[in-house]
């Protein structure tokens, strides 16, 4: 019997993770990073590489530029690598940009992987990717085929002294000479790591707690309640209290953040102190295993084939691509790093759209935490349309590219299966020392995930199509349908 995830999606669907080069806009979220994405980014950034390829293809006339090089036999293969994507563009190659694949091809071509006269043109290694990360994001594990010239036995650690400490090539596989990478990658295991305070209830009095409260008294019995999340925002107001900062000035510091006002000097003292107590506190709190448990039960909910056009970007609800199908999810216990909890989320599906993890993240993340029920999931995958916001791109890393099925073609033409199983101990040091260290670094300096939370519940936007909240879906009130367009 055939896997299910064949028959739901094609194998040559694109895998895309996140953007963060979002468009400016909307003056209450002036960095759009969450709530907006850019139409088109796909097709301008393509036009733009192929601007850039065509240029250089056009000043050369065919006539190697290095004619006394020595040709050497090539072979196809499938390369393992890891990296981490702080600093770069994402992984494919996109010129003037820094990405991993300009660092990689660099390598190869200086370590004599790839000859000097094909140097100008990835095209003429027959270079393909098994998935494509975005900037930002990390991979623990990522596949690539091509022909390589792999006479030298040392070439694996010839082009590891020309790569940089974030990226890591591990070794290669010989594969027959149709292979691609891509095609015939069965499915794709990522994961996403998070703080536990992620899933604590909106802050008392913001914008977001007060659409929720005012749902309620709507549709009463709808809300979970969340005793955990209340007496953690007691404690902290009674913190804020003995630090003599009074409600009255916390409000004109939220209004003057949303206006982009500037603080007064007594106001610039309360929001600095504010922000050190409810700081302390997120790194104090400890999620409880009701609560785990409650995020596990979210996640199962997207388990099979689902409609996922809410969950990306240009995906109408008719449109057949927006299928997708999710093998497992899962969610580890937590650990405490720095003095702070971490979650490590695992998402093992076929395939992936663009944003479409970081808005499932979003998606049950904001659903736990907001108390509205869980159903609200797979009323997203119904025809109406929902603005998810996107989860930080911080915490997500590609774990691997999985080849179960074509492995077994593989032992057919007598090669090795493809598998990260060698190189499994180097992995767990690598991702240890260059993906997890300066991601929780970054959460640390940065409180990324406090500022993604901090907008979603200050933010007072509403559609203007129907003239209510973008966040109604999050409240007892629902999803909300489309009004009839009228001319």
Known sequence: MSDPADVIAKESDPVTDTYDDEEQGNRKDPGNKWLRTRKGDEIGDTAKRQRVLKKRQDTWDGTPKFEDEERKPKKKVACFLSYCGTGYHGMQLNPPAKTIE??????????????????????????????????????????????????????????????????????????????????????????????????????????LAGQIAEAEKEFPGTTRKDPEGEKFWEEVNEELAKAGITEDQLAQIREANREGIQLTVPLELADKKSREISAAARRRFRITKEKLDLM???????????????????????????????????????????????????????????????????????????GCPLKRIEEAFGP?????????????????????SYNAKLEKFGYNPLSFENFASAIEKFKREQIYDKLYAEEERENVFYGFFGFIDGF??????????????????GIQKESPKTD
């Open 102 to 207: 300009g660092d990689l091809f660099d390598a190869f071509v200086k370590a004599g992987a790839i000859s000097k006269n094909n140097s100008n043109d990835l095209k003429k290694s027959g270079f393909m990717r098994a998935a494509r990360t975005d900037k930002g994001v990390h991979a623990a594990g990522n596949v690539i085929s091509l022909k390589l010239i792999i006479e030298d036995p040392d070439i694996v650690e010839k082009i590891n002294s020309y790569l940089p400490e974030q990226i890591k090539f591990w070794g290669y596989e010989r594969v027959n000479k149709s292979f691609d990478c891509r095609k015939v990658c069965s499915s794709r295991i990522y994961e996403y790591l998070m703080p536990t305070y992620s899933f604590l209830p909106p802050k008392p009095n913001s914008p």
């Open 296 to 370: 596990r039960e979210a996640l199962n909910i997207y388990l099979g084939p689902h409609n996922f056009h809410n969950f990306t970007n240009g995906k109408d609800y008719k449109d057949p691509s927006a299928i997708r199908f999710m093998k497992s999810l899962t969610v580890s216990d937590p650990i405490v790093v720095n003095n702070t909890e971490w979650v490590s989320i695992k998402i093992h599906g076929q395939s992936f759209m663009l944003h479409q993890i970081r808005k499932m993240i979003g998606m049950a993340t904001l659903v736990v935490r907001t």
């Open 384 to 404: 109406e349309k929902v603005n998810i916001p996107k989860a930080p791109a911080l915490g997500l890393l590609l774990e691997q590219p999985v080849y179960e």
């Open 460 to 477: 007072a936007g509403y559609d203007e199509q129907n003239g209510t909240s973008i966040f109604n879906f999050l409240t007892a009130r």
